[in-house]
């Protein structure tokens, strides 16, 4: 039997003017949020404008935006669902708005996840032009070599490889637990302690 799917391939073409209507409404917003410009609306459309346009003359700005626009509408959706389930399980509204006012373990979480995003989209969008860099200019001269190795032509590649080097996850692993050790140390050098 046959599975309907939906084919929307053809919305690629349409992206540059996605990336453009989305850049224009959130400079936009920006500026008339800040009043960095004023509150003349002209000045801040036009100013809106030529940045839209500036962002679709380079590839990979656009890039940035494209992979950048989804992540973090799953992260926003994701948090909706969660502040769903509090209050699903009686969570009010004040103590939801309490959490998220006072406790900083949250206001880190979100900051971390998103600048992970962020970096993983300037990954997509510059990546493979920063490859070059440190290849001498000519990401078609690198040759692809074994598994766990980061002299490939692909960025994408190369960010795995190193990623999960052994090396690399000991490291990550070895600041956890100075991490964790540091915080379990300190906790007990609070004010009220005697």
């Given amino acids: 039997m046959a599975t309907p799917t939906i084919d929307i391939t053809f919305l690629q073409y349409f992206s540059p003017i996605f990336v453009f209507v989305l850049v224009f409404v959130i400079v936009y917003a920006m500026l008339r949020f800040t009043k960095f410009m004023g509150e003349n609306k002209i000045l801040q459309s036009l100013i809106s404008f030529f940045v839209a346009i500036i962002f679709l003359f380079s590839s990979s700005a656009t890039t940035v935006v494209v ?3 989804p992540w973090f509408t799953v992260f926003f959706i994701f948090i909706v669902f969660l502040l ?3 209050k699903l399980f009686g969570a009010t509204d004040d ?3 309490n959490v998220l006012a006072n406790v900083h373990a949250v206001h880190y979480t979100v900051l971390i996840v998103g600048i992970i995003i962020l970096l993983f989209a300037l990954g997509a969008g510059f990546g493979q032009e920063l490859l070059g860099f440190t290849q001498g200019g000519d990401t078609a001269a690198a040759t692809d070599v074994g598994d766990g ?7 994408t590649q190369n960010l795995v490889a190193t990623l999960f080097n052994t090396r690399v996850l000991g490291m990550v692993l070895i600041l956890i637990i100075a991490a964790f050790t540091i915080r379990s140390m300190s906790a007990s050098l609070r004010p009220d302690w005697p």
Wanted: aromatic share 12%.
């Fill in 84 to 86: 769903m389930a509090y």
């Fill in 67 to 69: 992979v950048l626009a």
């Fill in 95 to 97: 103590q939801i708005r």
């Fill in 149 to 155: 190795s980061t002299g490939s032509s692909s960025y």
